[in-house]
């Protein structure tokens, strides 16, 4: 009878507040590449938990230059600063982190629709 499962809401940072990243050693710590929907077809696109040493401002340079897009480094309360980048930039992001050997695969953490 309650086979209806969608009526549950979803918290896209829940998985961040929970602490189920399982995190094995300092180094291991995960990027978390999310989407959120803005208002009709726009979307946001946030990163999370690059480490403290890489310069965000420089590297949201990059990534507007790359990805033809416009984006910003928020200084968030709880998850300290967070990259926000204009559209769906999730496979954009994980390549060039990839690329240039920022991560590795393991340490991404994409979320969204």
């Known amino acids: ?3 209806i499962q969608n009526l549950n809401t979803y918290d896209p940072f829940a998985d961040a507040i929970r602490g189920d ?7 291991e710590e995960y990027i978390h590449i999310r989407i ?3 208002n009709g077809r726009k979307t946001l ?9 890489y310069d965000k401002k420089k590297l949201v340079k990059a990534f507007k ?16 600063e967070v990259i926000q ?6 496979k954009n992001i994980c390549q ?3 690329d240039i050997r920022m991560a590795k695969e393991e340490q991404l953490k994409v979320h969204g629709f």
Do not use: W
């Open 1 to 3: 009878m309650s086979g």
């Open 21 to 27: 990243d399982n995190q094995c050693s300092g180094s």
């Open 36 to 38: 959120q929907q803005r």
């Open 45 to 53: 696109t946030t990163v999370q938990g690059l480490a403290v040493d």
């Open 65 to 80: 230059k790359k990805f033809a897009c416009n984006g910003t480094v928020i200084e968030h309360p709880e998850y300290g």
């Open 85 to 90: 980048l204009q559209g769906d930039q999730r």
């Open 96 to 98: 060039f982190i990839l």
